[in-house]
């Protein structure tokens, strides 16, 4: 009889938890029709920020700063990964735009 949950039961449900708050995330912030390029740039995002907020937590009861630190590299980078989101958004409208314009040139 085992006690304990076996690895893959326990990455199934990291997995399962990392999914969950992905799919709040996207609720949040209405990012459900993105394409799978963005949406894995959008989990990225979201699985730093939820890495970043579980040590800040935990570093609120620790006497060592480093956590402190790595709040910040991972809010920074998830901050990275959200500009080239945007970027990506801000073409794919361009681009949208030039074929409007093409589209009401030829009529």
Request: no cysteine; charged share 35%; net charge negative.
């Amino acid at each position: 009889m085992a006690w304990g949950k076996s690895p893959e039961e326990k990455e199934k449900e990291r997995q399962q938890k990392q999914q969950e708050e992905l799919n709040e995330f996207m609720d949040k912030y209405h990012l459900n029709d993105l394409d799978e390029r963005d949406l894995s740039a959008l989990r990225s995002i979201a699985v730093n920020l939820t890495y970043a907020k579980m040590v800040g937590y935990k570093s609120l009861t620790s006497p060592v700063k480093a956590p402190e630190e790595i709040i910040k590299i991972d809010t920074l980078n998830a901050l990275f990964e959200q500009n080239w989101l945007i970027i990506r958004q801000l073409s794919r409208i361009n681009k949208n735009i030039e074929e409007l314009v093409k589209t009401l040139g030829e009529k």
